[in-house]
């Protein structure tokens, strides 16, 4: 019935088995979402393995003197079918057929399951459809479809709204319930349009949240008179019906769904829930479903990628892309994308730097206001950050580790490492590069998008405050006459409290040369609105002239063959090298090293050296991207999913497509294939931006140097075709790449004055007219 509505093939993603073991790890691939929230891809009507999930951005809750957490809410699509007084689910009958398939393309969820009960032997079909409208985001619908294949049944339908649920998933302690139920309901108009409706509140955060659903039902003989009881509990509310459903017979539920907060409706949260699920109903599924799809059709419009190869992989790119989309908050909720997204409460919901470094850059080219929303959460908590800074002892902005709704630092005190043992944690206190990963993404935005308006009023004022904390940071080594950055932990976390870390001190010289250099070009072209910044937070030219001197004396240790030091004495640590790889190509630890013994060796948990090659390429020479990737690779365990996108974009900077496109294959199955088996516990969000990266940075070379666009596109041996949209300054610009030739077009442009765009393509420059394709040939 349902399953008419899917799109092509290479837009989906399809199970035929219900198997016991992977059923959250399938709850987790099937979430679905608009960005305001994301919900687990539960059965909807239950099993013993089932964890629902559902959890809206920006919504987090302290209690117990832990640290703040995502909530996971009451569950609003809690399903009860009975049949002849057995429950319908995988747990109490046999499924003889099954299908579940998540449309990427129209984000939704759809399914077809054939039950068997073991004691009849009658057959029972079952489908249904659900999704959670990209246009009105507070809005969800599901559809239910119920057939009796041997015999007449009696039926009793239930849909609850269930505030029982829990915070299950964390790294120690006990599950955790971060709200209260405060009000349940059933509402009902002079036109009997009967809704129900469940209120909770969050303990600590003091947040209310409003779930309300309204439903019908039909079938053959029902005509319009069936009845609803309603059940109301302290911590649940639901509704049923029953009725004799007649062989062969196809009987439907709909379901329609509001959830607003008090965040968003201070007066009134009833209200609007009451109102919004009344009028999805009055506008029915298929009317709610075509605005849904059509608001999807314009979001894919600038971020699909169109890839021909030999291992027909584009539907598993699409997943990724697909799950960057849902983790995207609205524009007018204050929250970012966490390390996990709205598919998990892993990592306590919080945002790390994968946002910035990782994330980021999807967004800037495909949905750059997507991009400036999640910078101006960044902007918002600047005042925690300048505060957490002055708590360490330094000057200027700090960053938060772990961050979520307060701006305070959230990182918790331990953590269960993946060999099960606890350790304390002290990244919030050491790992400081943080701070120059936000001004990485301000900065490419900046570059990408020209958007001056955003960094007189945002931009440079992070930028400046950051440079503020790196100045502070720095230890004079006045033997050396040289600057250091001392204890700290860079992106290998398997070793901690080091002295000068390259990446974080690159980043430090970085984030200074740049603030400088802002500053300048303020100076020379807006000198009034620079006046009205540095008036705002005290700035002097004195300041920028130390900021350089800093730079120009930052400690780097990079040796005369190009071969760069991780960190100081690094090199002196036992050298351990990986010598075997598992079914997934990735590393398997060495036996001869247990985890606690790794930070007395050359073991490297992710990208670090590597990493910082990727970021600031145009720095560095061929030889010593060359030096380092031989170095490093046989050295990291890519423990990580932060780490291997970085080694395929260095890959195909040295010429090796064919690494780079086994690099590509493993991070885009990071989810998909449960590479680190732990995709239970949400999706590993700096891989799906590691996916779109190696696209970007990869396949089709994209660099910005000097405010233009250069495009150097590679393609392996297995690949046809790559086609892909990007804005920059402005302007969209398809590209569709094939082995030696590149054709360029605009497809629209914002400023409409402007004639043309310049940009170079196989090291060519080149000048695009509205309306004029051009094709560019490898030389």
């Keep these: 019935m349902f399953l008419k509505l899917l799109s092509e093939k290479e837009w989906t993603v399809s199970e ?34 089932r964890y629902a999930g559902t959890y809206i951005a920006g919504i987090y809750n302290r209690k117990e003197g832990q640290s703040s957490e995502l909530v996971n809410a009451p ?62 985001v507070h809005t ?3 559809t239910f479809s119920f057939r009796p294949l041997d015999g007449n049944v009696r039926v009793v339908f239930k849909h609850i709204i269930d505030g029982t649920i829990k915070n299950e998933v964390q790294a120690i302690g006990n599950p955790v319930k971060h709200y209260a139920v405060t009000y349940t309901t059933a509402s009902k108009t002079k036109d009997k349009d009967e809704v129900m409706y469940l209120e909770a509140k969050t303990i600590e955060s003091g947040i209310s949240l409003g779930f309300a659903a309204a439903g019908d039902v039909k079938g053959a003989g029902l005509g319009t008179g069936i009845k609803w009881e309603y059940q109301l509990d302290e911590e649940f509310i639901g509704r049923e019906c029953s009725f004799i459903a007649k062989k062969k017979k196809r009987y439907t539920f709909e379901v329609y769904i509001s959830i607003y907060t008090s965040r968003e409706q201070r007066q009134g949260l009833k209200k609007a ?8 109903k009055r506008l029915g599924i298929t009317r709610l479903f075509k605005a849904h799809v059509k608001a999807w059709d314009k979001r894919w419009q600038y971020s699909d990628v169109k890839i021909e190869e030999e291992d027909s992989l584009q539907n598993i790119l699409r997943f990724n892309l697909y799950h960057l989309l849902i983790a995207a908050p609205p524009k007018d909720i204050d929250a970012s994308i966490a390390a996990k997204t709205l598919s998990g409460e892993w990592y306590k919901g919080h945002v790390f730097w994968d946002t910035e470094i990782f994330v980021l850059p999807f967004f800037i080219f495909t949905q750059p206001e997507i991009a400036k929303y999640l910078l101006l959460y960044r902007y918002r908590r600047l005042k925690q950050a300048k505060e957490k800074a002055k708590d360490q002892g330094y000057k200027g902005a700090l960053w938060p580790w772990e961050s979520a709704a307060s701006g305070r630092d959230e990182t918790p005190q331990t953590w269960v490492n993946f060999d099960g043992t606890v350790i304390p944690i002290y990244t919030s206190k050491k790992e400081h590069h943080i701070a120059g990963d936000v001004i990485y993404g301000v900065s490419l935005y900046y570059q990408t998008t020209s958007d001056e308006d955003f960094m007189f009023k945002y931009g440079a004022e992070m930028i400046f405050e950051t440079a503020r904390f790196w100045a ?21 976390e398997f070793q901690e409290c080091v002295d000068n870390n390259s990446y974080t001190n690159a980043l430090a010289r970085w984030t200074l040369k740049y603030a400088a250099e802002l500053y300048n070009h303020f100076q020379n072209n807006h000198p009034r609105k620079l006046k009205v910044i540095t008036k705002k937070i005290e700035l002097k030219r004195e300041d920028i002239i130390a900021w350089n001197e800093i730079a120009d004396k930052m400690v780097f240790l ?11 004495g690094y090199f002196q640590k036992r050298d351990v090298t990986i010598k075997e790889w598992d079914n997934n190509d990735m590393p398997v630890w060495p036996g001869e090293v247990s985890l606690a013994e ?36 046989p050295r990291t365990t890519h423990k990580s999913s932060l780490s291997l996108s970085s080694y395929a974009v260095v890959a195909f900077e040295l010429g090796e497509a064919e690494r780079a496109d086994k690099y590509f294959r493993q991070v885009m199955k990071t989810d998909f294939s449960n590479v680190y088996g732990n995709t239970d516990l949400g999706i590993h969000a700096a891989a799906l931006g590691g996916v779109w990266q190696i696209i970007g940075y990869g396949f089709a070379g994209i660099k910005i140097k ?27 610009i398809e590209f569709d790449i094939s082995k030696n030739a590149t054709e360029a077009f605009i497809v629209t442009d914002k400023i409409k004055k402007r004639k043309k765009v310049e940009l170079e393509i196989y090291d060519q420059r080149y000048t695009l007219y509205p309306g004029e394709r051009i094709k560019a040939e490898e030389r």
């Design 16 to 49: 035929d088995n219900i198997d016991e073991q992977k059923i959250r790890f399938q709850e987790t691939l099937f979430t679905l979402g608009n960005g305001y929230l994301g919900s687990k891809g539960i059965l909807e009507e239950g099993s013993k393995q």
């Design 75 to 136: 569950n609003p699509i809690g399903v009860e079918i009975n049949v002849d007084g057995k429950r319908l689910s995988p747990d109490n009958m046999v499924v003889i057929e099954h299908r579940r398939i998540l449309d990427l393309k129209k984000a939704a969820l759809f399914r077809q399951t054939v039950f068997e009960d073991p004691d009849t032997g009658k057959r029972y079909e079952y489908e249904s459809m659900r999704f959670f409208s990209l246009k009105d």
């Design 140 to 142: 969800g619908a599901v």
């Design 273 to 280: 829930c009451l109102n919004g699920a009344r009028t999805a």
């Design 472 to 492: 502070s940071r720095v230890t004079y080594n006045s033997k050396k006459d040289c600057y250091e950055i001392k204890d700290v932990i860079g992106p290998n």
């Design 558 to 568: 990079i040796f005369a063959n190009g071969l760069i030091e991780e960190f100081e």
């Design 598 to 633: 790794a930070k007395d060796t050359q073991l490297v948990k992710q990208a670090d050296v590597i990493l910082l090659l990727q970021l600031f390429s145009g720095e560095f020479s061929t030889n010593v991207k060359e030096i380092n990737y031989k170095y490093y690779a």
């Design 706 to 732: 000097d405010g233009m666009l250069k495009v150097r596109p590679v393609l392996p041996d297995k690949w046809k075709r790559l086609n892909f949209r990007l804005w920059f300054k402005q302007a969209l």
